[in-house]
Every structure is written in C-alpha cells, then in structure tokens.
C-alpha cells in the first residue's frame, strides 16, 4: 500500500465493518431466523457467516439447509428467509454508526474514483446509502449481490470503469484474496471486524491495518 490514498486513481469501500458497524447486527440476524430449527444449527449458521464474511446472504442460507441441516432446499426457500434476514437488518442499517471522516477523505482523494463493493444486497445498499445521504460520495457505484465480490470487480475492470492504481478497505480474509485477484492494493480495517485472528493473518500475509478509515485522513 502506498502512504497516502491521493495516490490512488479507484477507491473500494466494503460496507460492514468499514463503512458500517452492521457486522454484530447481521450475525445476530442469521442467527434469529436459524433458530427455527433449533439452537445448534442458529450457532453454526452464525459461526459460518462470522468466518465468511462477504458472501451473500443465499449462500448462508444454501450452508444452512446443505451442510448443517442436510436437507435438500428450494430456491423459492432460500429466497424467503433471505428477504426476512433483510427485512430485519434493513432498519438498522439506517440507525448504526458510520464511519467518522467519511467527507473529509472523499475532499482529499478528489482525484479518485469511489465504490462500494459488498457481500450485502445491492438494492438495499442502494437504498441505505441514499437515505442517509452518503450514497454521492460513492461517485463509480454501489454494489452488491447478487453478484459476488470477484464478479463485481472483474465486471468493473472489463468496463473500464477502474483506475490503476486501486485499492480496496475491506475487514475479512475474503476482501483482501478479492483485492489481490484484481490486482489491487488492500487495507485491513479492524475496529468493527469479526475476524477474531486478523491480527495473525495480517502478519502472515504482510497485510497493513487500521482501526478505522478515519486514520487514512490526511
């Protein structure tokens, strides 16, 4: 990672955890609707979505059914559970903290273009962001499933929609295997993370971190 973010031409923001603290918000989620079929498989659906953060929401619930249950599943199923889960993080979304020094990097990075790309659904990202009034700041787009992040960011760069250099702020071992796929530069953002050994993946990988994005401000 270069020192300074004016260095870059394309920014990339995943959502929870970094520009949100929604990550406790939707562990808990998974865990309320799992809990229709019993204790031990809400646990293991919320310990599966802690330790794979930035999937989308059909993949968990695709583990739920496949993996922890071993019932075969319908598509119309899955979709069912998947709008109840958003419909119970959606309020929230609106409500948690943002992340502080928001406008003033988007002012000091002028130079660069702005993303969202997140495991979370596209349409309610959209949504969120316009309603607090942050949705601007993210001037090449917001994304989200049902593409995942690989898809997003390899659609992005066959468009020409990306700037080299990139980076990309992320909280997860997903993000940053996504980050290095695409060839961008990658931050480990862990204040709000639920990735309990980031500090040793940071190390191993030789990964910079911050606690929040604010730190980036200059």
């Not at 794979?52 to 319908?74: C, M």
């Not at 419909?87 to 929230?92: A, C, D, G, R």
């Amino acid at each position: 990672m270069h020192n300074n973010l004016s260095y870059y031409s394309s920014i990339f923001f995943d959502c929870d955890g970094v520009l949100l603290d929604s990550n406790r918000v939707k562990t808990e989620a998974f865990r309320i609707i799992a809990s229709r079929f019993g204790d031990k498989a809400a646990d293991e659906l919320a310990k599966f979505h802690v330790c794979n953060g930035g999937i989308s929401r059909y993949q968990k619930f695709e583990y739920l059914f496949k993996e922890i249950l071993g019932e075969p599943v319908e598509k119309a199923t899955i979709q069912q559970l998947a709008d109840e889960y958003g419909k119970l993080v959606y309020e929230h979304l609106l409500n948690c903290p943002v992340a502080s020094g928001l406008e003033h990097i988007r002012k000091t990075t002028a130079q660069a273009t702005w993303f969202i790309v997140s495991g979370g659904a596209e349409s309610e990202l959209r949504s969120v962001f316009k309603e607090r009034g942050l949705a601007e700041l993210f001037d090449g787009g917001i994304y989200g499933n049902p593409s995942n992040k690989d898809e997003i960011l390899t659609n992005l760069t066959a468009s020409g929609a990306v700037r080299k250099p990139a980076i990309f702020l992320g909280d997860s071992r997903y993000d940053h295997q996504v980050a290095t796929r695409a060839g961008f530069d990658f931050v480990f953002v862990h204040g709000w993370t639920e990735f309990t050994t980031w500090k040793d993946y940071c190390t191993d990988e030789n990964i910079v971190f911050i606690e929040h994005i604010e730190a980036l401000a200059i």
